[in-house]
């Protein structure tokens, strides 16, 4: 939980609106409540892992086509493909560096202004973003 808490408080500090999710059976329920435009959403949770998270989403039309991004501790090339066959369309490793977050954050509200997507299969239409983990994983 400290972790999703330290990423959206840096993200609010560049100007984004953020929504954390502790539960990841929630997510869906969350996200029609808040319409994020982009999910950090992390892979090793306990009850639905990340994979299961995003294909869950993948498979509403609301989130069709909303970027995932995931946040993980695994490098390998096994994880990053099982990742984008569920539905991921970035894969960032664990500890996340400010600066990626920050280039992350301005390549969407480039997109944004430019009404393109930049991650992702459709434009941005705001700034918002969802962090999805379980408490106890960072």
């Known amino acids: 939980r400290d972790g999703a808490n330290s990423t959206a408080m840096l993200l609010r500090h560049f100007g984004a609106e953020v929504r954390a999710i502790y539960d990841s059976r929630l997510v869906c329920d969350e996200a029609l409540l808040f319409e994020p435009d982009l999910m950090l959403i992390d892979l090793s949770m306990p009850h639905l892992d990340g994979c299961a998270v995003a294909r869950k ?3 509403t039309q609301q989130f069709s086509a909303t970027p995932l991004v995931v946040v993980s501790g695994h490098t390998d090339a096994e994880h990053r493909a099982v ?15 400010l600066e990626l977050l920050v280039r992350l954050l301005e390549e969407f509200r480039t997109a944004r202004a430019l009404g393109e997507a930049v991650i992702g299969r459709a434009p941005f239409q705001r700034q918002g973003f969802a962090l999805v983990t379980e408490a106890g994983n960072q």
């Open 57 to 59: 989403l993948r498979s």
């Open 83 to 97: 990742c984008g066959a569920a539905g991921f369309d970035e894969y960032l490793v664990k500890p996340v560096p």
